[in-house]
Structures are given as C-alpha cells and as structure tokens.
C-alpha cells in the first residue's frame, strides 16, 4: 500500500516541511503555527534520534511533498490551536469576523478539493473539548460546525473532502448533521510515546541505560519508598485546589511529592466559604508553592519536559490531575498526565473526566479495582465523583508504609503489562486508526 500524502505550501531546504497557512493571524494570534506537530503522530523515532538526527521530521509513514510536485491524491493539513479561531469566531463572545484560515488556501488547493484530488484536513489535535467547554470550541457546537458550512460553500470546498479532527474521544460516536468526515486521535499520547522514546532516561526498555533503570526497579522491591504518592498540579483548577485543601486537612502532604503553585500566582482562586474543606484553607496556603524536583512553576510551560522520574521509583501511585473534570456527557479526551504513571510503572487515581478508566480499558489497559474502587469512573456529577476519589485516596494513605508497599508489588504484573500494551499494541492501534481516517475513501 502506497503511503498517504501530505501536502505542503513550502517545504524547507533541508527536506521539512512549514506549516500551511502559517501566516493567518486572528487577534494577534498565529493559529496555525504549530511546527508541523500532527507529523509527530506518525513518525518513528528510535531511541537515537536526538544523536544522529539532522532534521526534525523523519523515519514518517506518510510522504510530504509541496504541492507542486504532487501528482496523486493528497491530504492538505491545517494545523490549529484554536478551532474557533481559526474559522474566524471568538469563541468566547462568539463574534464572527470576516476572515478565517480558508483565506490563506490557494486557487490550486481549492480546485484539487473540487476534482475530488485533495482532502483538507483541519487538525486540532491539542483540544478535545465538549460542546460547552472552554467556550465551545469543537465542531461537536452548532453555532461552529454551521460556521465552517458556511466558510466551505463560499469557498467552494465540497464537504465530503474535509477532514476535522481532535481529541475528543466522543466524536467516534456522535452523529452530526454533516457530510464533513470527523473523528478523534490521540494526540498527546503518540506524542508522548515520540517523546519519551527520544529520551532514554525516561523509560525503562530500548537501550542499555533504560534497561538499567528497569534492573534498578526491580532490584528495589524490598526496599520501602519515602512517599505514598506524587501528585502534579502547575495550575490551579478548582478540581486541583479541592484537592490541595483535602490533602491538608487530612495531613496527606507529607505523604507525597506534591507540586502547586502560589496562592492566586495564575489567577484569583474561587473557593466558597461553603466548601467542605474551607477551614484548609489558610494552612494550604501557607505551604505554598510546593515543588517536585525544584521545577519552577511560573517559568514552566510545557508537559512535555525532561523531568526527574526517580520520584516515581520513591512514591506508590499517582494522583492523576487531568486538565478537565467536569460534569458533561460528551467530553472524553485525555491529556499526557495519564501517560506519566502508566509509563513510570504506578498505579493511579484519576480524576478526570467521566469514562477515562473505561476507555483505558477498551484500549486494552489494565486498572486497578478491586485494589482501587474505580466506580467513580461512572459517575456523571463532579462533585459525587471527587468524594468517592477522595474517599479511595483516604483508603491508601491511612495504610501502613509497609502494607501500601506490598500492595504496590502484588500489582506488579499490572503495571508490567500496560506500560508494554503502551508502548506495543496501543501505539500502533492509535497510528492505524489515525492513518485509517486519513485514507483515501
């Protein structure tokens, strides 16, 4: 089978290629620059590349070419880091300007799509939002995906050779007045599995100095660890301070390697004198920031870092903060901070949002119950779902060192099993499905 074709408005001396539609700007923002990164989801990089590579994007399963030079069918790609943006809506206010990304398509790429030789994919990968979260920004909300009906009509654009993807896992199953093709990909799970495979020091298999590191976690089994868990928190979103006040008001933060940033250092907190843990309040603050491997909160901007994973050989599982925790039916998308502990061998608690554990499991993941009660995966309301998650973290950390130690090593098989599934099967069904998508139909 030939490869897929993805085609580029300019493509670089040595062989790259540059964003297309790099250029479009919406309130002072480039939208589309993204350095290319949906090329990340189907690169295979081995463990040396960071040694012998000279360009950013090789060893693809696709082909890129400029489209000049394309005498096939070939998919467009506009990468996004904004949806609403990018078809010319502030998604906030939802006022409609008189422009969007479609502006910056050539005559040459419109007639391709009209000749039924070019499909326009609108990747937007970063996000996996629901219908009314964070402003909307999805073509899962009316007002949007009539938008871009509206931008494909006057631009001529047939709807059947448009593609629109994110990472919402939901979009596989809801059905949307359309003839626009729309699915989910797993965005910042391929590209953790691209980036912790460029870095040997942060995986345990591949090379000689990751063997190591798996020898040492093994050699260590009768050794009892410093802390009960490690928790990350840059960010302080009322699901994570919640939890910061219960940690206090239990005295849980002595137990783990915790991180959060200084009282209102990001923005003004939003705790209610009605809150259950209220009176933690003063105290937590007090306390801050609190730190993991002296990372400074305020200049770090990016998961994807190099970040000392000894802490997880000193700690027993992972509070899991995701980015959302709400309580909407249709959001299901999962952020690199569930790859973390699957990858540094724990268990987790994970709040999230409703059906992670559950998709975890369709993917062929192992979970933790009855070691962990994970029926808060169930349930809909946040707020019923984080007392059960609270009531599991109690559950852990009023065990002895030595009983959450032996507990961990009953598990062992587990975390053996879904860091391999990781980085085997998942990965390769996730590419599979996204180059599926991408096929010419």
Not at 61 to 76: A, F, G, P, R, S
Not at 136 to 146: A, C, P, Q, V
Not at 197 to 217: A, I, Q
Not at 351 to 380: C, N
Request: glycine share 4%.
């Amino acid at each position: 089978m030939s490869k897929i074709v993805f085609g580029f408005d300019k493509i670089k001396e040595d062989g790259d290629p540059i964003d297309n539609c790099i250029n479009y700007d919406f309130n002072g923002w480039k939208i589309c620059d993204t350095e290319e990164i949906i090329l990340g989801m189907v690169q295979k990089v081995k463990h040396d590349y960071l040694v012998k590579s000279k360009r950013q994007w090789i060893d693809l399963l696709v082909e890129t070419k400029q489209i000049k030079d394309i005498d096939t069918n070939y998919i467009y790609v506009i990468n996004v880091r904004e949806f609403a943006g990018a078809i010319g809506v502030e998604r906030h206010t939802e006022k409609v300007h008189n422009k969007s990304v479609f502006d910056l398509v050539s005559d040459d790429v419109i007639s391709d799509c009209q000749n039924n030789k070019c499909k326009i994919l609108l990747n937007y990968g970063f996000e996996g939002f629901g219908k009314d979260v964070n402003g909307g920004d999805t073509i899962l909300r009316k007002s949007l995906l009539e938008r871009l009906h509206y931008l494909l009509e006057l631009h001529e654009i047939p709807q059947n050779n448009f593609i629109y993807m994110d990472s919402n896992n939901y979009l596989d199953e809801v059905k949307l007045d359309t003839n626009i093709q729309y699915s989910s990909f797993e965005y910042c799970g391929l590209d953790w599995f691209r980036y912790t495979t460029m870095h040997p020091n942060m995986n345990y298999h591949g090379n000689s100095f990751s063997r190591r590191k798996m020898k040492k976690w093994k050699d260590n089994k009768n050794n009892l660890r410093k802390k009960y868990f490690i928790c990350f928190n840059r960010l302080p979103k009322d699901h994570r301070i919640s939890l910061g006040l219960f940690l206090e008001s239990k005295n849980y933060l002595k137990k783990g390697f915790v991180s959060f940033p200084k009282y209102n250092q990001f923005w003004d907190w939003n705790v209610n004198k009605n809150h259950k843990f209220y009176s933690s309040l003063e105290s937590f603050k007090s306390k801050l920031p609190l730190e993991i491997d002296s990372v400074n909160l305020e200049e770090k901007k990016w998961s994807f870092e190099l970040f000392n994973t000894n802490y997880y050989g000193d700690s027993y599982f992972q509070i899991v903060t995701e980015n959302q925790f709400l309580s909407y039916e249709d959001q299901l998308s999962f952020t690199e901070k569930i790859w973390k502990p699957i990858t540094n061998l724990q268990p987790f608690i994970l709040m999230a949002d409703r059906y992670q554990i559950k998709k975890l499991e369709e993917w062929g993941f192992k979970t933790f119950h009855p070691f962990i009660d994970e029926s808060y995966d169930e349930v809909l309301d946040k707020n019923k779902r984080q007392e059960m998650i609270f009531k599991q973290i109690e559950i852990l950390c009023n065990k002895s060192l030595q009983e959450i130690h032996d507990w961990y090593w009953s598990i062992e098989k587990i975390l053996l099993h879904n860091y391999y599934h990781f980085y085997g099967k998942w990965v390769k069904n996730q590419r599979d499905k996204l180059l599926g998508n991408l096929e010419w139909k």
